[in-house]
């Protein structure tokens, strides 16, 4: 079956670290792949996201590449903030299954000043 | 362009009390979807709307839980009579005809006690 697989978390970095967060999937024809972050007592916003393979989306700095061949779609930064503190969820779609999401489980990311 | 609204944005009741929440999606999106996130989880689908149509429901505890669409536009979950383990936000999301993309709106935190 279809399914997303990211690194555990919380991920603790001091501020203007390099941030890699790591997302592979497993899906049946070809998905889009999206990270969408969840800022504290807030909903989901969409961050960036990719169609195609060799497609790199970026937004606010952050940036991921979709990998078809190690089937990965890892979310890269290379300077953090503490005001990037969030979870963050990889996650798939495909038009087959009615475009609804396969959500990763999340990943907390703490930085400290 | 506004976004998804959802009201409230908090409620708080007793167990076998009863509670409705409210979705306006994004103008012209013609697909809705409700969620239950549980803190600490990744978002979970209850139902995806196309129109007025149900397209899924499969994950929608029925004996508690019914949502309706009635116009095509906004739409309405409610849960009677509530349980403590129904505590969660209830998060509310669109999609354009024929795009992959889901908005999420901010959320309604529901606590039972």
Redesign the interface.
């Known amino acids: 079956g279809n399914s997303v697989t990211q690194m555990e978390g919380p991920v603790t970095l001091s501020e203007e670290a390099f941030l890699t967060i790591n997302c592979t999937y497993t899906a049946t024809g070809y998905p889009s792949l999206f990270w969408y972050v969840q800022y504290p007592g807030e909903g989901l916003q969409l961050l960036l996201k990719a169609t195609k393979a060799d497609d790199k989306g970026s937004n606010k700095g952050f940036e991921a590449t979709y990998r078809k061949e190690t089937t990965s779609f890892h979310l890269e930064k290379g300077s953090v903030q503490v005001s990037d503190s969030a979870v963050y969820f990889c996650a798939l779609t495909l038009m087959d299954s009615n475009y609804q999401l396969i959500w990763g489980a999340g990943t907390k990311l703490i930085i400290k000043p | 362009e506004a976004g998804v609204a ?1 009201s409230p944005r908090y409620k708080i009741i007793e167990k076998r009390q009863s509670v409705a929440f409210w979705c306006n999606p994004i103008s012209g999106h013609a ?1 809705l ?1 409700w969620y239950q996130q549980i803190l600490g ?3 979970k ?1 209850l139902i ?1 709307f196309q129109n007025n149509g149900v ?2 429901d499969s994950q929608l505890p029925k004996d508690r839980f019914s949502a309706e669409r009635l116009k095509g536009v906004d739409s309405t979950l409610k849960i009677q009579p509530a349980k403590l383990e129904d505590s969660a ?1 209830y ?1 509310c ?1 669109s ?1 354009p005809r024929g795009t ?8 309604t ?1 529901l606590t039972v006690l």
């Open positions: 959802q697909t979807y989880q990744g978002p689908l995806q397209v899924d936000v998060l999301a999609r992959d993309t889901q908005y999420f709106g901010p959320g935190r």
